[in-house]
């Protein structure tokens, strides 16, 4: 944008020589202003005024450069050129000042949304005891940079506790309903012994907040979750499905979906949960990968309304470390929808790594735990 109003002039000098007497192609210098408010400031703007006048007096003043036996500078058509030349001009100036004020008040609302972000999903460490994490959020909209993904992994007494969520809905009510989860999270996690029982809490949490929110959809407002556990030393990953995309286990001869087919409702829909929410689990080898991620993956579709085969995609590249793993993932999303992505996508990858002693048996741990939480092992401290 700021080569076009040297290119316009270019171009009206190029064809002025070559056009009929009755072709007054120096007129298009009317626009000359306009064309530089696109990229310029105010006092560029009015230079380029000037400029045009000038132009536009040499082209109708000179015969030789125009093809005109006389000179036509103080023609009335010519005069009437000026004057439109300088009202535009001052136009221009003012949408140029306009422009700019604009553009800096966007950096400073983007600013703050890149500080909102921060808070909301604040970079996970990149590694946490025996596990080695990576995240990514990829947002719908290019303007954007919060919405209502979420994710977040706390360590605790009974190990790294996982989270990934999806806020039904979109704007300023589904960022405050994520925030409010990921604040309840973070405690609660250090607090509750249980996985179900942590779940049960986040569902407390989730249907207090949506009672305090005004508008017509407090009764749908609703969140999809995963809650993980991985147990410090442990070879073996606890579940409970909230109504969410199950997490993948993604191994080197094979990706396995964590899915035992009895996920509980969404949070916030507590009352169609007619018993107590299970844990599942699942072997969890040093060298393996946990990927959570929201619907907005596994929903992206290509030109032909495909969606985007994740399971598959993970197979045919083979082994990749977390990083590799989530750049890859970033870049084929993009790839597979033509830069049209359709919903915000969040994901979290978690690859344990060989750093201490066995102390669960991964037999026991290959069949999903249905034991209610009075039912439930001890969690090592």
Not at 106 to 131: K, M, N, S, T, Y
Not at 184 to 207: G, I, K, N
Not at 309 to 329: Q, T, V
Request: net charge neutral.
């Amino acid at each position: 944008m700021r080569w076009l109003p040297v290119a316009y002039v270019a171009a009206v000098l190029i064809l002025e020589p070559l056009t009929p007497v009755d072709w007054p192609v120096s007129f298009l210098l009317v626009a000359l202003p306009l064309v530089t408010a696109f990229a310029y400031g105010p006092l560029v703007v009015a230079g380029a005024t000037a400029l045009a006048v000038v132009l536009e007096g040499v082209l109708a003043g000179t015969p030789c450069c125009a093809g005109r036996p006389v000179g036509y500078l103080w023609d009335r058509h010519y005069v009437a050129d000026y004057v439109c030349t300088v009202l535009v001009g001052g136009l221009g100036t003012i949408l140029a000042a306009h422009r700019i004020h604009r553009e800096r008040t966007l950096a400073d609302v983007r600013f703050v949304a890149e500080i909102a972000q921060r808070v909301l999903l604040r970079p996970l460490p990149q590694r946490i005891g025996d596990l080695r994490l990576e995240s990514f959020y990829l947002s719908a909209a290019a303007e954007a940079r919060i919405g209502g993904d979420l994710y977040e992994a706390v360590p605790t007494a009974f190990g790294v506790r996982l989270l990934i969520g999806d806020v039904r809905g979109k704007g300023l009510q589904a960022v405050e309903t994520a925030a409010a989860l990921l604040g309840a999270f973070r405690e609660a996690a250090h607090d509750e012994p249980d996985l179900a029982a942590l779940a049960r809490r986040m569902e407390q949490s989730v249907s207090r907040r949506a009672r305090h929110i005004r508008g017509s959809e407090t009764g749908e407002r609703f969140i999809t979750a995963v809650f993980a556990e991985i147990p410090a030393g442990g070879r073996v990953v606890r579940v409970v499905n909230c109504g969410h995309p199950p997490p993948l286990v993604i191994r080197p001869d094979e990706v396995r979906e964590l899915d035992s087919g009895r996920s509980g409702p969404p949070l916030n829909l507590g009352m169609l949960l007619t018993e107590p929410h299970h844990i599942d689990s699942y072997p969890f080898r040093p060298g393996e990968q946990l990927l959570l991620y929201t619907d907005g993956v596994t929903e992206t579709r290509d030109a032909t309304g495909a969606f985007y085969p994740l399971a598959r995609r993970l197979r045919s590249w083979g082994p990749l470390e977390p990083g590799e793993l989530l750049a890859r993932l970033h870049r084929d999303l993009l790839e597979y929808s033509g830069d049209r992505l359709q919903d915000d996508t969040a994901a979290l990858a978690a690859c344990l790594l060989d750093g201490g002693p066995r102390t669960v048996d991964d037999s026991t741990a290959s069949q999903p735990d249905h034991r209610s939480p009075k039912g439930s092992p001890a969690r090592p401290r």
